[in-house]
């Protein structure tokens, strides 16, 4: 839902009025500014060490709950601190860099995983192509949710282990999309050739095939990768997820909801990163899909 909700809010926004087309300097000052964002967070989370303040789980009690500095707080804590006197920055520094770790980490697991099922589809199919689609169809019948709860009560909870559960949502989706690329492109005239010079199926897929499908499979993973960052801070912000001391920006927000009254600040900074994260890859994932060679 909020993946939706994000695409429909990039759409209004860019749609021009006259015909619902989105005219060509809109989406480049988006895709610029979320550029900008999303690269900003991947240095953050590349020198967290370096740049972050103090340590995230430092706890300071004589300074806790202080406001953020343009609203009566100290410079020490420009964001100013939680329930326990932690450094609200700090913590947030090091939420992008777990975030983004589990995001990345998710996404590229689960689009190496349907890509591949997707061409083995396509190349043999048959009983193979038979079995990856019911694969398919049951990973789209059974709500994630019921299969995180499972493998977390079953083995615990882990950042390895999270980062490959991640990995397990949406997989099905880039293997149908793959699987329909590779049936299209596998009959071009240039890949019949191929395999008529006897070449391998994998030097017809790694160098034929794939360099095909990479276009749609890029923005497939743009959009995969922004269910990702927003389905990491659902699971944390419902305590599945990443787990303390360690600190993501969905259980930032969850442990900050307690305080929604009175300190309202431990909540709204990681909030407000995860609503700019999936905004500004929505506007990518758009401006990619129309620069794509149609």
Same mark, same amino acid.
């Given at each position: *839902?909020?993946?939706?909700?994000?695409?429909?809010?990039?759409?209004?926004?860019?749609?021009?009025?006259?015909?619902?087309?989105?005219?060509?300097?809109?989406?480049?000052?988006?895709?610029?500014?979320?550029?900008?964002?999303?690269?900003?967070?991947?240095? &953050?989370? +590349?020198?967290?060490?370096?740049?972050? !303040?103090?340590?995230?789980?430092?706890?300071?009690? /004589?300074?806790?709950?202080?406001? !953020?500095?343009?609203?009566?707080?100290?410079?020490?804590?420009?964001?100013?601190? /939680?329930?326990?006197?932690? /450094?609200?920055?700090?913590?947030?520094?090091?939420?992008?860099?777990?975030?983004?770790?589990?995001?990345?980490?998710?996404?590229?697991?689960?689009?190496? %995983?349907?890509?591949?099922?997707?061409?083995?589809?396509?190349?043999?199919?048959? %009983?193979?192509?038979?079995?990856? *689609?019911?694969?398919?169809?049951?990973?789209?019948?059974?709500?994630?949710?019921?299969?995180?709860?499972?493998?977390?009560?079953? =083995?615990? @909870?882990?950042?390895?282990? =999270?980062?490959?559960?991640?990995?397990? #949502?949406?997989?099905?989706? #880039? +293997?149908?999309?793959?699987?329909?690329?590779?049936?299209?492109?596998? @009959?071009?005239? #240039?890949?019949?050739?191929?395999?008529?010079?006897? +070449?391998?199926?994998?030097?017809?897929?790694?160098? #034929?095939?794939?360099?095909?499908?990479?276009?749609? &499979?890029?923005?497939?993973?743009?959009?995969?990768?922004?269910?990702?960052?927003?389905?990491?801070?659902?699971?944390?912000?419902?305590?599945?997820?990443?787990?303390? !001391? *360690?600190?993501?920006?969905?259980? *930032?927000?969850?442990?900050?909801?307690?305080?929604?009254?009175?300190?309202?600040?431990?909540?709204?900074?990681?909030?407000?990163?995860?609503?700019?994260? +999936? &905004?500004?890859?929505?506007?990518?994932?758009?401006?990619?899909?129309?620069?794509?060679?149609?």
């Amino acid at each position: *839902m909020s993946t939706i909700w994000a695409r429909d809010w990039t759409w209004s926004v860019f749609r021009s009025p006259k015909d619902g087309r989105i005219p060509r300097r809109l989406p480049k000052i988006g895709f610029y500014g979320a550029s900008i964002w999303i690269v900003g967070c991947l240095l &953050i989370a +590349a020198l967290a060490q370096v740049i972050s !303040p103090y340590h995230p789980a430092q706890i300071s009690l /004589d300074a806790r709950l202080s406001p !953020p500095l343009l609203f009566g707080g100290a410079l020490e804590h420009l964001l100013g601190t /939680d329930e326990l006197g932690r /450094d609200v920055l700090a913590r947030l520094i090091y939420s992008i860099q777990i975030s983004m770790l589990v995001a990345a980490g998710g996404t590229f697991i689960s689009t190496l %995983l349907g890509v591949s099922l997707g061409f083995l589809a396509a190349e043999l199919g048959g %009983l193979v192509d038979d079995g990856v *689609m019911a694969l398919v169809d049951m990973q789209a019948a059974v709500p994630f949710m019921i299969t995180a709860l499972l493998v977390i009560t079953i =083995f615990g @909870n882990s950042l390895a282990l =999270f980062v490959c559960l991640v990995g397990l #949502h949406g997989w099905e989706r #880039h +293997a149908r999309i793959a699987r329909g690329l590779a049936l299209t492109a596998r @009959n071009r005239l #240039h890949v019949t050739a191929a395999r008529t010079y006897n +070449a391998s199926r994998v030097h017809i897929y790694a160098r #034929h095939i794939l360099p095909a499908c990479a276009p749609t &499979i890029v923005v497939g993973m743009t959009l995969g990768l922004t269910e990702t960052v927003l389905l990491e801070s659902t699971l944390s912000f419902l305590g599945l997820g990443i787990q303390p !001391p *360690m600190s993501s920006l969905g259980n *930032m927000v969850g442990f900050g909801r307690d305080y929604l009254m009175t300190a309202w600040w431990i909540a709204l900074a990681p909030g407000l990163v995860i609503a700019a994260t +999936a &905004i500004a890859l929505m506007t990518i994932s758009e401006s990619l899909r129309q620069m794509r060679p149609r």
